[in-house]
């Protein structure tokens, strides 16, 4: 717990800065982060006896980030026909991937790089605020989360992934997680604020849902944590787990229900 | 070989018809190829003991193939994230699936429908003789490369994946498409002579990529063919898994270097 209030101090004035600055400081670092991500999850499927085309994975990563940064999204397919043909060339002149190791190549890809980096096209929204929305909504679920099952905790949400998880603790997270947005939406959305709130309830659903994929994964791999890169925390994908999955849905929600 | 006779006589005039037509005749015959070619795949993974997560992948195919056919690729991304949330989802619900899975499952929809949608974009091109082209390649590939090898084959190519190719059937495969691009080119297409010759070089290259591909998928998953769809053909993959290749590369390669 020490180490987690030590990670905090510095992190999220760290985090704060990034999301202020915006723009390339922020690419940089949400690339930075997938690329990492993305070397974690290679590593657990390769615990898992798998093969991941790594380079392969980091290249394309690279690149989808890049088409995100320079808003040229009509290239995505592009990278897409690229990756396959590319896993097509390594399976022909190496046996020592198959197909699975090429398919669960790209999976990181989507699943680590394209979700993260909907923070990057999020920051390229008219509305600047709208980005915050992806961290209050991951950071007011797990903490609500973690003191609604701690007093009130009773019922197993799920036992077979995640233990220590209560359906309480759940409930008071989309609570908390609504709350959280409302306030946020009242100081800088004001025109939106009934939106927003609903946006809390689904995004921390969702959030909540990253959280337990990202915990089934590392089972299914075996492995507790996926690196320990972030003292207290694990690997940064342990502490980016539900990120990945509230960046894409704020970006959606906005572009759908608020633009 | 009677029965591929046979199955060329009611397919090439058939063929011939569906180009010609284009517009919707066109894209949904590349529809039903896709979902076909899609079950037959999942069906070869089934045989290798995956379990891919088949409704969604259907699902998925018809939407982004909707998503050609209306030019809306603006949505591709959305329909990614959709996936990868969906599949979370019955991971979290169902454990009889793992990541793997999943995983096979985008694979699948990347491989099979992605890539044959390229027609439909072909299709939409303002240069309409450019479709031809997709099935110019990879049926002089393979009638060249076959000849090719019956009069001159000695070396064999990868005896591993397909024992029956030989390097002097491929490099006669790739004169072969050369040769037919150019006089298509010549007939149809004539300022872009030359480069339309190019094309029939690297494509040719990239359909024979494709033909090993699908014979490397087989013999991973344990299966000789794909189905027995086709009379003398085997599935409707055995058929288009060429054309899977030769469809994107003929697209990407016009908008690249011709249009």
Redesign the interface.
């Known amino acids: 717990m020490l180490k987690r209030i030590i990670s905090g101090v510095v992190g999220i004035p760290l985090l704060f800065f990034i999301i202020s600055r915006g723009d390339f400081i922020l690419y940089f670092s949400v690339m930075a982060v997938a690329i990492v991500g993305l070397y974690e999850f290679y590593n657990a499927m390769k615990v898992k006896g ?1 093969n991941p085309m790594t380079t392969l994975g980091y290249f394309i990563s690279t690149g989808i980030l890049m088409v995100f940064i320079y808003s040229r ?2 290239l ?3 990278f ?2 690229i ?3 590319t896993i ?2 390594i ?2 002149m190496s ?1 020592k991937y ?3 190791d ?3 190549t ?2 990181g890809v ?2 680590v790089t ?2 993260l980096g ?1 923070i990057i096209l999020t920051d390229k929204l008219e509305n600047s605020a709208i980005i915050w929305l992806i961290f209050i909504i991951a950071w007011a679920t797990d903490t609500f989360a973690y003191f609604g099952g701690f007093f009130w905790g009773k019922r197993k949400l ?1 036992p ?2 995640s233990p220590k998880k209560t359906i309480e603790g759940a409930i008071a997270g989309v609570l908390g997680s609504m709350f959280a947005c409302g306030f946020f939406g009242y100081l800088f959305l004001s025109e939106y604020s009934i939106t927003i709130i609903i946006l809390g309830m689904v995004g921390s659903v ?1 959030s909540q ?2 959280d ?2 990202a915990s ?2 590392k089972r ?1 791999a075996g492995v507790k944590d996926y690196g320990n890169l972030i003292p207290g925390h694990g690997g940064i994908l342990d502490r980016f787990d539900s990120i990945l ?1 509230t960046a ?1 849905t704020v970006f ?1 929600f906005y572009t759908l229900f608020i633009k």
Chains 1, 2 share one sequence.
């Open positions: 798998l999204n009509d995505l397919l592009f897409l026909f990756t396959i043909i097509s060339g399976l022909l046996f198959t197909v699975i090429g398919s669960i790209i999976y989507l699943y394209v979700f909907h799920c077979e992934i969702i849902a990253g337990l994929t089934q994964i299914y999955f894409p959606y």
